[in-house]
Antibody, heavy 119, light 107 residues
Framework: EVQLVESGGGLIQPGGSLRLSCAASGFTVSTNYMSWVRQAPGKGLEWVSVIYSGGTTYYADSVKGRFTISRDNSKNTLYLQMNSLRVEDTAVYYC?????????????WGQGTTVTVSS | EIVLTQSPDFQSVTPKEKVTIICRASQSIGSSLHWYQQKPDQSPKLLIKYASQSFSGVPSRFSGSGSGTDFTLTINSLEAEDAATYYCHQTSNLRRTFGQGTKVEIK
């Protein structure tokens, strides 16, 4: 059974750093495209970043230069390192698998982890 | 960046009624358009992939159509459990984007 479990969220002051984790089971992270998507309180979904199976990464302009997506193949885990956090980064952060067989639609999502940036 | 614009933003619908949600892309994206359903306090769920292909386990009342810049999600004979926000999403571009969402309320 495919499962994604995020962790690492919390309350952080503006300018601080946080690392989110997304532990996967039932499939191999390194052979899939994996994305982070966030949702600010009461708002819609916003794509944040993707890492391709080959390791290439892309970011939304709103986080480029501040966030870094990575993975640990030995732990089958996806990460999002978030630096220089801003109040507007406050959101629920989801990890999701982009399925090659589903034309890179996000076929499985985690339950989300909440990041609150506030002084 | 490819901008996806959904209409309407909100729709109040009677059970068994048909619902149509439109998603327009700022440039052609072929068929790389997907639809998700999100209920309150839940993660999004994939409904339709590649514009018109139903994802496994999705009820047959959900269907998608379109290509290029204009896409449609149709819910035939709406049920109470379909109250949710629906999002379109494109993977044509390296930087994925989502539509702003359409909230469907049951009257």
């Amino acid at each position: 059974e495919v499962q994604l479990v995020e962790s690492g969220g919390g309350l952080i002051q503006p300018g601080g750093s946080l690392r989110l984790s997304c532990a996967a089971s039932g499939f191999t992270v390194s052979t899939n495209y994996m994305s982070w998507v966030r949702q600010a309180p009461g708002k819609g979904l916003e794509w944040v970043s993707v890492i391709y199976s080959g390791g290439t990464t892309y970011y939304a302009d709103s986080v480029k230069g501040r966030f870094t997506i990575s993975r640990d193949n030995s732990k089958n885990t996806l990460y999002l390192q978030m630096n220089s956090l801003r109040v507007e980064d406050t959101a629920v952060y989801y990890c999701a698998r982009e399925s090659y067989y589903d034309y890179y639609a996000m076929d499985f999502w985690g339950q989300g982890t909440t990041v609150t940036v506030s002084s | 960046e490819i901008v996806l614009t959904q209409s309407p933003d909100f729709q109040s619908v009677t059970p068994k009624e048909k619902v149509t949600i439109i998603c327009r892309a700022s440039q052609s994206i072929g068929s790389s358009l997907h639809w998700y359903q999100q209920k309150p306090d839940q993660s999004p769920k994939l409904l339709i992939k590649y514009a018109s292909q139903s994802f496994s386990g999705v009820p047959s009342r959900f269907s998608g159509s379109g290509s290029g810049t204009d896409f449609t999600l149709t819910i035939n004979s709406l049920e109470a459990e379909d109250a949710a926000t629906y999002y379109c999403h494109q993977t044509s571009n390296l930087r994925r984007t989502f539509g702003q969402g359409t909230k469907v309320e049951i009257k």
